[in-house]
């Protein structure tokens, strides 16, 4: 039973670049959401989607966007990088419908802005 | 903004002992959940208590939670040195499904 993967595991950014993380989803689950964790803290909630649709988003700039594709799959987008988007961005699945919040996490992809 | 604060924001004891966590959060809550996670990696799922509810267990972990002080503690009973990881409680306030609002997090130690 194949986990929540995610791409890439590291990578190194210049400031004013964008970036796009991938994520799978574990197997059988429709909901998609993205954490950013900076260093020391806990991870905070960026948005969620859910049959291809944003359906929450936190405090995050639109700089911040996302996607779902209909295999579940989803992709986070960061434009014009700010040192301050340095962290761990992590991407965790689960099932709409289900009556607990249980997230399955992937390990995370880890992100430094020069 | 972070909903939940947890304490201590370390705690190092001997493998054997318990090790008790606490986590206070603001708002009204649906669910509290506990997670561990080992050296910034993904984080993994412990265990869930729901705003009904006032103790839980599962296995070596004991969950409890006071929707009136707003508060909750994690028990791991006989540690061990594997159980070595930063641990957070996350709470959501719209229903299953919604949101995760987590801690700063406790870096626990459990010695050899």
């Known amino acids: 039973d194949a986990g929540v993967t995610q791409s890439p595991t590291h990578l190194i950014k210049t400031r004013g670049q964008q970036v796009t993380l991938r994520c799978s989803p574990k197997?059988?689950?429709?909901?998609v959401s993205w954490y950013q964790q900076a260093l020391g803290q806990g991870p905070q909630f960026i948005f969620q989607?859910?049959?291809?649709?944003?359906?929450q988003r936190g405090n995050f700039p639109d700089r911040f966007s996302g996607h779902q594709f209909p295999n579940y799959s989803s992709e986070l987008n960061v434009n014009a990088l700010l040192l301050g988007d340095s962290a761990l961005y992590l991407c965790?699945?689960?099932?709409?419908?289900?009556?607990?919040?249980?997230?399955?996490f992937g390990e995370g992809s880890r992100l430094t802005v020069l | 903004s972070q909903q939940g604060e947890e304490d201590p924001q370390a705690l190092s004891i001997q493998e054997g002992e318990n090790a008790t966590m606490n986590c206070s959060y603001k708002?009204?809550?649906?669910?509290l959940q506990w997670y561990r996670q080992n050296s910034g990696r993904g984080l993994v799922h412990l265990i869930l208590?729901?705003?009904?509810?006032r103790e839980k267990h599962s296995g070596r972990l004991r969950v409890t939670l006071d929707t009136s002080k707003k508060s909750s503690s994690l028990l791991i009973t006989a540690s061990r040195a594997a159980d070595t990881a930063s641990y957070f409680c996350?709470?959501?306030?719209?229903?299953?499904?919604?949101?995760?609002?987590f801690g700063k997090g406790i870096t626990l130690s459990v010695r050899p």
């Open positions: 965790a699945s689960s099932l709409a419908g289900t009556k607990t919040g249980e997230l399955f």
């Open positions: 197997s059988g689950h429709d909901t």
């Open positions: 989607y859910y049959e291809e649709e944003e359906r």
């Open positions: 708002t009204s809550i649906n669910n």
């Open positions: 208590i729901r705003s009904n509810e």
């Open positions: 996350a709470t959501d306030a719209y229903g299953a499904n919604s949101k995760l609002t």
